[in-house]
C-alpha cells in the first residue's frame, strides 16, 4: 500500500488515531498522505468522524485457507483475534565446534530450537487453538563450526479471546524458562506489541447467518486473523463482517484469488443484510 | 592469518598439496606467498620434502576446555577427530501468521528446530560421544508474520573413528527425515565436506606418556578436535603431540591465555621426548 499502516482512515474516523498521523503519513517517494490529498482536490474542511452510524459490514475474502478447506461460501464473523508478539533472546556461550564436548556446551541455538518446538505444543494445549508462530530468527556469530552464543527470535501469538491469550502468554514462558534450565541457557522475553480482540456485535452477526440462509447459501462461524476496517468501526457502531474464500489463504500477494461465484455470494449477503438493517428488505 | 587455510606448509611437505598451490595463495590485499617469500628472500629453489624424518613431536594449546577442567597439565595426544560437514534444506510452506490454523501448517523452522534437538540426540547416543554443532541458520522470508517457508542450516560433525562418524552420519540423516514426516515439511541433506580421522603413532604417543611420567607430570589421554601439522607429518613419519591446558578452551582469538607453568610443563616433555628419540636421554 502507499500509505501505511492499514485501516488509518476508519482508525481515524473512530477516534483511534488523530487526523494528523493519518495526514502525516509519508509514502517511498517522501510524499505526505496530506500532500497527495490536496493535490488531486480531496482535503476538504469536513472534521473526520462524528456523526452516527447505525451498523457497519464489511465484506472481505478470508485471507486464511479455512472456507476454502470446507467448501463453505459464506463466513459469519464474530470478531477478530488478539495478538501479542515478543522477541526472545536466548544466551549460552560460543564454543569450538571440533573441541568444546557435547556435555561441556551452553548452546544457544540448541535452547533456542527447544524452545521453538515448546511454544508449538503450547498452541496445542489450548482448544480451540490459538496460532504461534516464530517468523524470524537470528544467531551469533553465525560460524559453521562456532557453537552459537546467542539466538534472538520472534513470537506472534494470536486469539480470539483476551483470556486465553493471556494464558496462552503465561504458558509460553513458562515452557521456554523450562527449556533454558534444561539446556543449560538464559532466556529473556521482551513483549514488544499487543493487540487486543474484537467482538462484533452480536445482532449484526446473526443478520449475516440470516440473509445467507435467505439466499441458500451454505455459512460457518469463523474469526478474523487479520485487522479490518470493521474492527475499528465496532468501536463507534453495532459492525460485522462476511467473509468468501480465497485460493490458499493468500492475500496482498500477486497469487491472491478468489472464485466470481464467491465474490458474488459475498456481496448478494451484503446486499441482503444491509438492506435488512436499513428496513427495505 | 595472513594465508589461508591452516598448515599449508607441512601440508606441502608431505605431498598432500602441491608447491604451486601454497605459493599462489593471495592474503587480503592480493599478494601471493611466493611474491611474499621472494620479498624477503625465503623464496628458495630446493625441492619441498622428499627427506626422511624419524618422528615428529609437536607441543601446543588444546583449543579445548578438558585438561583445563580436569586440573591435568599434560595431553598425550591419540590422533586427531574425523569431520563431516552438511547442509541441510528444510521446505515448508509460507503462510499467514494470523489466518493458518497450527493443523493445516508446513512450518519450515518448526521442522529444523526439531532436527537440531534431534542431531544433538544422535551426539549422546553414540559413546565416546562425537560432537555435533549447528552453527549457522537461515530463514525464509524471515518475517515476523508469516511462517517461515524455508530454513536452511549447518551440520559439522566430528569424531576420532572414521566408521563411528559414518555411523553418526546415518544416524542423523533417518533423524531428519522422521522429524520431516511427522512435522509434514521435506529435507534435503548436502554433503560438503569431509575430513579422514588421523591416529597417530603408538609409539609416540606412549613416549609422550613416558616423558611426563618422569617429570612427575600428572597427564591423559586425549583426542584434538582440531587440525594441526603433526597431522600432515603423520602420513610422512611416525608423529605425536603434547597438549596443555588454555583457559576456556579458547584459541584463535584476543582471548587466547595459557598459564607460564602449563607451557613450561609442555615444553619440558617435548624436550625429554625428543632426546629419548634421539637416543640422548
Known amino acids: 500500500m502507499r ?12 477516534g483511534r488515531t488523530s487526523p494528523d498521523v493519518g495526514l ?10 496530506g500532500q497527495a490529498l490536496a493535490a488531486i482536490g480531496y482535503a476538504g474542511e469536513a472534521p473526520v468522524g462524528g456523526y452516527p452510524i447505525e451498523a457497519f459490514f464489511e465484506a472481505h475474502i478470508e485471507q486464511g485457507p479455512i472456507l476454502e478447506r470446507d467448501g463453505v461460501p459464506i463466513g459469519v464473523v464474530l470478531g477478530a483475534q ?4 515478543f522477541r526472545i533472546v536466548v544466551d549460552g556461550e ?13 548452546d544457544a541455538l540448541l535452547g533456542a530450537a527447544r524452545m521453538i518446538d515448546a511454544l508449538n505444543g503450547v498452541a496445542f494445549r489450548h482448544a480451540p487453538h490459538p496460532v504461534i508462530t516464530v517468523g524470524q530468527i537470528q544467531v551469533r556469530p553465525n560460524s559453521r563450526n562456532t557453537i552459537p552464543g546467542q539466538a534472538a527470535f520472534t513470537v506472534d501469538s494470536r486469539h480470539p479471546d483476551d483470556g486465553t491469550l ?17 539446556s543449560n541457557v538464559t532466556v529473556s522475553i521482551e513483549h514488544v506489541s ?19 440462509d435467505k439466499l441458500d447459501l451454505p455459512w460457518q462461524e469463523i474469526y478474523s486473523g487479520a485487522g479490518h476496517d470493521a474492527c475499528n468501526l465496532a468501536l463507534a457502531a453495532p459492525a460485522g463482517m462476511i467473509f468468501v474464500p480465497c485460493a490458499g489463504g493468500v492475500s496482498h500477494n500477486e497469487r491472491e484469488s478468489a472464485r466470481p461465484e464467491d465474490l458474488a455470494a459475498g456481496c448478494d449477503v451484503l446486499l441482503h443484510v444491509m438492506a435488512e438493517r436499513a428496513g427495505v428488505a
Not at 560460543?94 to 551452553?106: F, I, K, Q, S, V
Open 194 to 212: 499487543s493487540r487486543r480482540s474484537v467482538s462484533f456485535d452480536p445482532e449484526c452477526a446473526a443478520a449475516v447467518a440470516r440473509a445467507a
Open 24 to 33: 502525516g503519513r509519508t509514502d517511498g517517494g517522501g510524499i505526505t498522505m
Open 94 to 106: 560460543e564454543g569450538h565446534a571440533g573441541t568444546l564436548p557435547m556435555e561441556l556446551r551452553r
Open 82 to 85: 488478539g495478538q501479542r508478539c
Open 3 to 14: 500509505f501505511g499502516p492499514g485501516t488509518i482512515g476508519s482508525g481515524t474516523f473512530v
Open 166 to 182: 493471556a494464558a496462552v502468554d503465561r504458558d509460553m514462558r513458562a515452557a521456554c524458562e523450562e527449556v533454558a534450565r534444561r
